[in-house]
Protein backbone atom coordinates (compact mmCIF):
# COMPACT_ATOMS: atom_id res chain seq x y z
CA UNK A 1 0.00 0.00 0.00
CA UNK A 2 1.76 3.54 -1.48
CA UNK A 3 0.20 6.46 -1.35
CA UNK A 4 1.57 9.04 -3.63
CA UNK A 5 0.62 13.13 -3.08
CA UNK A 6 2.49 15.60 -5.57
CA UNK A 7 2.76 18.85 -5.03
CA UNK A 8 4.88 22.19 -6.62
CA UNK A 9 2.61 22.73 -10.03
CA UNK A 10 1.77 26.02 -10.99
CA UNK A 11 2.18 28.87 -13.79
CA UNK A 12 5.55 30.20 -14.99
CA UNK A 13 6.78 31.81 -17.67
CA UNK A 14 8.63 29.78 -20.75
CA UNK A 15 12.02 29.49 -20.08
CA UNK A 16 11.53 29.73 -16.01
CA UNK A 17 11.08 26.71 -13.69
CA UNK A 18 9.07 24.26 -11.28
CA UNK A 19 10.28 21.93 -8.92
CA UNK A 20 7.63 19.09 -8.07
CA UNK A 21 7.90 16.98 -5.34
CA UNK A 22 6.45 13.29 -4.42
CA UNK A 23 5.57 12.68 -1.05
CA UNK A 24 5.89 8.55 -0.92
CA UNK A 25 4.43 6.84 2.30
CA UNK A 26 3.40 3.30 2.97
CA UNK A 27 5.10 0.35 2.29
CA UNK A 28 7.67 1.48 -0.30
CA UNK A 29 10.04 -1.50 -0.04
CA UNK A 30 7.95 -3.30 -2.77
CA UNK A 31 9.14 -0.51 -4.91
CA UNK A 32 11.92 -0.51 -7.40
CA UNK A 33 10.57 2.54 -9.84
CA UNK A 34 9.53 5.62 -9.73
CA UNK A 35 8.42 8.23 -12.20
CA UNK A 36 6.85 10.92 -13.23
CA UNK A 37 4.68 10.91 -16.24
CA UNK A 38 2.83 14.05 -17.61
CA UNK A 39 -1.09 14.52 -20.03
CA UNK A 40 -2.03 17.34 -22.04
CA UNK A 41 -5.46 18.03 -22.99
CA UNK A 42 -6.15 15.79 -25.63
CA UNK A 43 -2.81 13.85 -25.54
CA UNK A 44 -1.98 10.66 -24.32
CA UNK A 45 0.11 10.29 -21.17
CA UNK A 46 3.88 10.37 -21.40
CA UNK A 47 6.64 8.91 -19.81
CA UNK A 48 8.96 12.20 -18.64
CA UNK A 49 11.18 10.61 -16.20
CA UNK A 50 12.51 7.82 -14.45
CA UNK A 51 14.22 6.56 -12.03
CA UNK A 52 15.50 2.93 -10.68
CA UNK A 53 15.75 3.25 -7.55
CA UNK A 54 17.97 0.64 -5.87
CA UNK A 55 21.02 1.70 -8.23
CA UNK A 56 20.22 5.51 -8.81
CA UNK A 57 19.53 4.82 -12.63
CA UNK A 58 17.51 7.20 -14.41
CA UNK A 59 16.38 7.77 -17.77
CA UNK A 60 14.54 10.79 -19.64
CA UNK A 61 12.06 11.46 -22.49
CA UNK A 62 13.92 13.07 -25.64
CA UNK A 63 11.69 15.87 -25.11
CA UNK A 64 12.93 16.89 -21.62
CA UNK A 65 16.33 15.43 -21.53
CA UNK A 66 19.14 17.84 -20.58
CA UNK A 67 16.22 20.43 -18.99
CA UNK A 68 14.34 18.00 -16.32
CA UNK A 69 16.07 15.81 -13.40
CA UNK A 70 14.22 13.58 -11.49
CA UNK A 71 15.91 12.78 -8.19
CA UNK A 72 14.83 11.11 -5.06
CA UNK A 73 15.66 12.08 -0.84
CA UNK A 74 15.37 8.72 0.61
CA UNK A 75 15.11 10.11 3.82
CA UNK A 76 12.24 12.09 3.22
CA UNK A 77 10.85 9.65 0.93
CA UNK A 78 10.28 12.07 -1.45
CA UNK A 79 10.36 12.03 -5.18
CA UNK A 80 11.53 15.20 -7.26
CA UNK A 81 11.39 16.64 -10.61
CA UNK A 82 13.37 19.60 -11.38
CA UNK A 83 11.78 21.07 -14.65
CA UNK A 84 14.18 24.00 -15.99
CA UNK A 85 14.02 26.10 -19.45
CA UNK A 86 9.93 25.24 -19.33
CA UNK A 87 8.47 25.30 -22.86
CA UNK A 88 4.68 25.72 -23.80
CA UNK A 89 4.83 21.98 -24.63
CA UNK A 90 5.15 21.29 -20.98
CA UNK A 91 1.92 22.87 -20.10
CA UNK A 92 0.28 19.37 -18.37
CA UNK A 93 -1.06 17.42 -15.57
CA UNK A 94 2.20 15.72 -13.88
CA UNK A 95 1.34 12.27 -12.78
CA UNK A 96 3.53 10.45 -10.21
CA UNK A 97 4.33 6.99 -10.26
CA UNK A 98 5.43 3.99 -8.56
CA UNK A 99 5.88 0.27 -8.43
CA UNK A 100 8.12 -2.85 -8.96
CA UNK A 101 8.66 -2.58 -12.51
CA UNK A 102 10.87 -5.57 -14.37
CA UNK A 103 12.55 -2.89 -16.84
CA UNK A 104 12.43 0.45 -14.97
CA UNK A 105 14.65 1.81 -17.23
CA UNK A 106 12.77 1.14 -20.36
CA UNK A 107 9.42 2.40 -18.48
CA UNK A 108 9.82 5.81 -19.57
CA UNK A 109 9.19 5.01 -23.24
CA UNK A 110 5.64 3.82 -22.12
CA UNK A 111 2.73 5.19 -20.96
CA UNK A 112 2.82 4.01 -17.47
CA UNK A 113 0.81 0.45 -17.89
CA UNK A 114 3.61 -0.71 -15.15
CA UNK A 115 3.04 1.57 -12.32
CA UNK A 116 -0.20 0.61 -10.58
CA UNK A 117 0.66 3.71 -7.99
CA UNK A 118 -0.07 7.10 -8.82
CA UNK A 119 -0.84 10.20 -7.47
CA UNK A 120 -3.48 12.78 -8.52
CA UNK A 121 -1.34 15.13 -10.04
CA UNK A 122 -0.29 18.80 -10.08
CA UNK A 123 -0.94 20.63 -13.23
CA UNK A 124 1.67 22.88 -15.03
CA UNK A 125 0.77 25.76 -16.86
CA UNK A 126 3.86 27.53 -18.85
CA UNK A 127 2.71 30.63 -21.06
Known amino acids: HVQLVESGGGSVQAGGSLRLSCAASGDRDSLNCMAWFRQAPGKEREGVAI????????AYADSVKGRFTISEDKVKTTLSLQTNSLKSEGTAMYYCAADFVARCDMAVAGRGAEFGYWGQGTQVTVS
Open 51 to 58: IYTAGGFT
